[in-house]
T-cell receptor, first 114, second 114 residues
């Protein structure tokens, strides 16, 4: 069975500083990987996805993530954060064709301090 | 505008009552999903459906029921058998084909049972 671990429940960062949100997964087969963002009392919005090919994927709002198969990681990064990036971030994994539902990590709350 | 709608945004019920949450999509997606979100727990899969008139249990299906009579609709009923129904419920949809596994989410329904 697949699982996702987000190592930090909360990450405080000063505005304009870089940030990395960590995600590790476990799976016995090849996977698809996703990062979603959730603003308070809203649904989830897809930030970026890794399906195959280049291990560095770029997403919306200046975020990028790197797939590392040997370390089973998919960490999310942004070189300079803005106050509007304050939100909950979820890493998710899907095995096989992806139609059976996603397995989510517990989320990381990114707090941007002025 | 294409998207997923969930209604109502807030729902209050007394313990012992069944309640049905609505989810409609006009994206022409084949698959639809229901997730439950609790603070600090991430999202957990309740039920999913890849085709009309067929659905499968997810990780936490006990106390819930669904139907899929139309491609665009996937209502979720929270029954009185669900021991802790207060939560944020998210509906999602996706295309069932290789290369497009990402899911798109609705705005969610917050259910409070007292």
């Amino acid at each position: 069975a697949q699982s996702v671990t987000q190592l930090d429940s909360q990450v405080p960062v000063f505005e304009e500083a870089p940030v990395e949100l960590r995600c590790n997964y476990s799976s016995s087969v090849s996977v698809y990987l996703f990062w979603y963002v959730q603003y308070p009392n809203q649904g989830l919005q897809l930030l970026l996805k890794y399906l195959s090919g280049s291990t560095l994927v770029k997403g919306i709002n200046g975020f990028e993530a790197e797939f590392n198969k040997s370390q089973t990681s998919f960490h999310l990064r942004k070189p300079s954060v803005h106050i509007s990036d304050t939100a909950e971030y979820f890493c998710a994994v899907s095995e096989g064709g992806g139609a059976d539902g996603l397995t989510f990590g517990k989320g990381t709350h990114l707090i941007i301090q002025p | 505008d294409g998207g997923i709608t969930q209604s109502p945004k807030y729902l209050f019920r007394k313990e012992g009552q069944n309640v049905t949450l609505s989810c409609e999509q006009n994206l022409n997606h084949d698959a639809m999903y229901w997730y439950r979100q609790d603070p600090g727990q991430g999202l957990r899969l309740i039920y999913y459906s890849q085709i009309v008139n067929d659905f499968q249990k997810g990780d936490i299906a006990e106390g819930y029921s669904v139907s899929r009579e139309k491609k665009e609709s996937f209502p979720l009923t929270v029954t009185s058998a669900q021991k802790n129904p207060t939560a944020f419920y998210l509906c999602a949809s996706s295309i069932v084909s290789t290369g497009m596994p990402e899911q798109y989410f609705g705005p969610g329904t917050r259910l409070t049972v007292t």
